[in-house]
């Protein structure tokens, strides 16, 4: 079946450290997404691709990070600079426009 | 600029009784619509879109939604509530030449046995 997976569900960071978070999709689906979920404000846009191999900032991009060097994936780096990187993060997908997105089933990152 | 307000972050219904979730948009274009559900810990899930055509958009569960231009409303309605609709419901709106979807804060909506 096609969908979205990001792994892992669970991480957990220590204070200094890069971590990545794993989106692939095999939908076929051209245009990517990152959001972050916190309690109570929604989901807040991250970065986004809607090709390969270019990509643009969202709503709250400082400290995170995004390649696409794929069409199927769309990994995001949470690096030392984002100070409160507690969160839930999700991944979504998205083809002809109008569709709405699938989105992943999302990793939720804690830092100890 | 497109944005979304959901009226109520909390709703709490009884089981059996009308579900209604409030949803009012912004938009310069032809909006396209959207209302997702998202059960704990988990992703979120399409429940129905709004694109052009029929106003009134059924989707998944037995949920249905009506847009009404003049209001700038998207409102989604269940005539009776289970338990397991129990989740947060978030509303949506895309500009018609980008795909890019702008989200509400979203309610949560709990039943009552």
């Known amino acids: 079946d096609g969908g979205i997976t990001q792994s892992p569900k669970y991480l957990f960071r220590k204070e200094g450290q890069n971590v990545t978070l794993s989106c692939e999709q095999n939908?076929?689906?051209?245009?990517m997404y990152w959001y972050r979920q916190d309690p109570g404000q929604g989901l807040r846009l991250i970065y986004y691709s809607q090709i390969v191999n270019d990509f643009q900032k969202g709503d709250i991009a400082e400290g995170y990070s995004v390649s696409r060097e794929k069409k199927e994936s769309f990994p995001l780096t949470v690096t030392s600079a984002q100070k409160n990187p507690t969160a839930f993060y999700l991944c979504?997908?998205?083809?002809?426009?109008?569709?709405?997105?699938?989105f992943g089933s999302g990793t939720r990152l804690t830092v100890v | 600029a497109q944005s979304v307000t959901q009226l109520g972050s909390h709703v709490s219904v009884s089981e059996g009784a009308l579900v209604l979730l409030r949803c009012n948009y912004s938009s310069s274009v032809p909006p396209y619509l959207f209302w997702y559900v998202q059960y704990p810990n988990q992703g979120l899930q399409l429940l129905l879109k709004?694109?052009?055509?029929?106003?009134l958009v059924k989707g998944i569960n037995g949920f249905e939604a009506e847009f009404k231009k003049s209001e700038t409303s998207f409102h989604l309605t269940k005539p009776s509530a289970h338990m397991s609709d129990a989740a947060e419901y978030f509303c949506?709106?895309?500009?018609?030449?980008?795909?890019?979807?702008?989200f509400g804060s979203g309610t949560r909506l709990s039943i009552r046995p």
């Open positions: 949506a709106v895309s500009d018609s030449s980008a795909s890019k979807i702008i």
């Open positions: 979504a997908s998205s083809s002809i426009e109008g569709s709405g997105y699938t």
């Open positions: 939908l076929n689906h051209d245009a």
């Open positions: 709004y694109t052009t055509g029929a106003t």
